[in-house]
């Protein structure tokens, strides 16, 4: 007698599946109040079960942060590999992010919560994010360097600095206070840009 064959699950796609019910469920009510339970029953299966795809609550919140971060180093990258003068790509790479952030802190409120979470309590996913940006970065400065508009001795340091002087700009929680006393971050962010680039040696 043929037992019958039970159908199996790719890992892969099961933790896809897994993730995309959480994303979700942190959209709608937070990531805080969505419980492993949530996310099992919304897919049919016991909790037991989620915990053979992530260990914990936590390593969850990592990935969909991951994800969440992913879109914008996804954006600075797109902005980077423009054809375009390597100052104008800082311009516009330092505004993308930052009215990236600031969207999500108005249309997407508990997402950008997490965000700040794992910021305050140092996430290495976030670590890893701003690793990333800063390589970016780095790569477009090396461009002006190499094609005479920037005047810099180490492009490593110098996107360090960079990155300091963007911080208010893109840490979600100084955005958000800046909001909230009143304050246009996008005119204070061409200051700080036209600041950055003289910094870097760019011409008027």
Known sequence: MNRPQRVRTDPDEMRARILEVAEEYFR???????SVADIAAELGMSPANIYRFFPSKSAINESICGRV????VDLAFSVARTRAPASEKLDRLLMAVHRHNKATLIKEKR???MVVAAMEENWP?????VEQLVTIIEGVIREGVEAGEFSVDDPVETARAVKLSFLPFFHPLLIQQCIEQGE????N???QIRFILKALGAAE
């Open 189 to 191: 962010l061409r200051v």
């Open 28 to 34: 709608r009510v937070g990531y805080q109040k969505t």
């Open 69 to 72: 971060t992913r879109e914008i």
């Open 125 to 129: 996913v976030i670590k890893a994010h």
């Open 184 to 187: 246009d971050t996008e005119a």
């Open 111 to 113: 997402t950008h919560d």
